[in-house]
Each structure stands twice: as structure tokens, then as C-alpha cells.
């Protein structure tokens, strides 16, 4: 049974796992639902997250002031990362539970903006069609990896993204998600708007026959953490008023970059917030 917040009309809502990030300083809460929606809500929309995880997550704190509901689940999806000279290894501990068409309110079906954003395959991707008036968003990391039995996470190839790529009006992805420069090609000829991010080195935005490329803005980064989130919800929001990518692409960069200048979300937001209101 879902546990809900109060109910209404959503601008921006998120599906996928909040979730537990194991770090040498302690547990620190992750997943996009939980950043990306702190950054709707600064960027003033009316913010919900549907999830799933233990009802007694402290974590769930991170997500005070958002309208959210919550499937129960025995376990809290946990991920612990190693930096290593040879790059990131990334271990999975535990899943909560799947997210399906069913648990979706119905309320919420009207949002005007919808952000899959899986991060351990928890979404099932049919849930795309309960919302045949939204914008849909699609940050599909969480479909592209797999884990052994030791939950050492690896990248795959996701069979559904041949179907799915083309429900949805916006996939954004980034140079981690491809496996080879071919799948870049397909998933640019399934896909309405596809945005390929490459953190300070800008984005690509594949539209129709074009591929453009859109520039970042040099900033003195002091914490990259929640960068990407902070993009993918920049374009969205751009988007759903304006209809360009190349601008919402732009804005995106924008946002972005200026996030990765504080530390903390508290003091990202406030960065944020200011930038917005003298952005043109």
C-alpha cells in the first residue's frame, strides 16, 4: 500500500528510488528523485516524487516540503561508490521495490512534466503511458546497468530502449550510459529529443536530422555532486516553456555549471534561485 503527502495538481513529478549512498563520512541520501527534486522545487514547481523504500528511511527527511508517495519496501536501495585510480567501482546492496502503472496517484497523472529516472531498473517503463498530456523526461541510467552476484554494477545494453525511447519526448543520457558510438546512433533514430551530456565539456542535442552542439560556461567547480540532476531538470523546466532544445539545452548548461560552484544543496539552491531571476 502507498503512503502519501497531501495530494494536487503537480508540475514536476519524479519516479524512481531514493536511496542510501554509502560514503567513508556516513550515509548520505542519494538517487535523482531526491536532487532533482529539491531543484524543481528552487526553480518554483510544484514538486512530487513517487519512490519506494523502508517507510522509516531518515533519508525521506531530504524530501520534506515535496509531495510525495512512498511503496513500502523491506530494503532501502543501497550503493556505495570506490574511486580508484582506474575509475569509479560501483556496488549495489539491496533493492527496495518496483514501481509500476499501479502506484502512480491519480492526481498526478495531469502533471505537466514527468522524469523517469531509474537508478536501479525499479521503473517499469510502461508507466510512460498513464500520462498522455505530460511532457515525459527520461534519465534512463538506471535501465542501463546491471550487478553479479557480489553487486559489482556493470553497464548493459537495455533491450527496451528501441520501445521506450520514442514514448517518451526528452532522453537525456551521458557519455557513461554508451557502450559504443553505434548506440548513439540508434538511440539518436529512436528517440524525439535526445540530449548526450559530457559534464564542462557541454552537450549535444540530437533533434529530427540535426545534432547540435551547445557549450558550458567555464566556472571554478568546487562540487560536481548532483551536476547531471541539475541539468536534466533545468531542461526539462526550459523546455516545457519555451519548446527549443537548443535554448533549453543552454540554460541547462547554465544551470548546471553554476551548480557545481557551491557545495551542499542548501547553498546550490540559493546560487540557483539567484541566477535564475537574471537569466535571459
Request: with cysteine; net charge negative.
Amino acid at each position: 500500500m502507498l503512503e502519501f503527502t497531501a495530494m494536487g495538481q503537480i508540475d514536476y513529478l519524479l519516479i524512481g528510488h531514493i536511496t542510501r549512498d554509502l560514503t567513508p563520512e556516513g550515509d548520505v541520501v542519494g538517487g535523482t528523485v531526491a536532487y532533482s527534486g529539491r531543484i524543481g522545487q528552487a526553480l518554483g514547481l510544484k514538486t512530487a516524487v513517487l519512490t519506494s523504500c523502508q517507510p522509516d528511511y531518515p533519508g525521506l527527511q531530504a524530501l520534506a516540503g515535496l509531495e510525495t508517495a512512498v511503496v513500502p519496501a523491506e530494503e532501502t536501495t543501497t550503493f556505495q561508490n570506490v574511486y580508484t585510480p582506474d575509475g569509479r567501482e560501483q556496488t549495489i546492496y539491496g533493492v527496495a521495490n518496483r514501481i509500476a502503472a499501479q502506484d502512480v496517484p491519480a492526481a498526478w497523472k495531469e502533471a505537466k512534466i514527468v522524469h523517469l529516472a531509474p537508478v536501479a531498473d525499479e521503473v517499469d517503463p510502461e508507466i510512460m503511458r498513464q500520462f498522455p498530456g505530460s511532457l515525459i523526461g527520461m534519465t534512463p541510467q538506471g535501465w542501463m546497468r546491471q550487478w553479479d552476484e557480489n553487486g559489482r554494477i556493470s553497464p548493459k545494453e537495455w533491450p527496451g530502449a528501441e520501445k521506450y525511447f520514442g514514448l517518451a519526448d526528452i532522453v537525456i543520457i551521458s557519455q557513461e550510459d554508451l557502450l559504443s558510438t553505434d548506440m548513439l546512433f540508434q538511440y539518436w533514430a529512436w528517440s524525439n529529443i535526445l540530449v548526450l551530456t559530457g559534464g564542462i565539456k557541454g552537450c549535444i542535442v540530437f533533434y529530427g536530422d540535426k545534432a547540435q552542439y551547445v557549450p558550458t560556461i567555464p566556472v571554478e567547480e568546487v562540487d560536481a555532486t548532483g551536476a547531471g540532476d541539475t541539468f536534466a531538470t533545468a531542461f526539462l523546466f526550459w523546455y516545457d516553456q519555451t519548446g527549443d532544445p537548443v535554448k533549453s539545452a543552454r540554460f541547462a548548461n547554465t544551470m548546471a555549471s553554476h551548480s557545481v560552484t557551491r557545495s551542499g544543496i542548501d547553498n546550490v539552491i540559493k546560487k540557483l534561485k539567484k541566477k535564475l531571476k537574471t537569466y535571459k
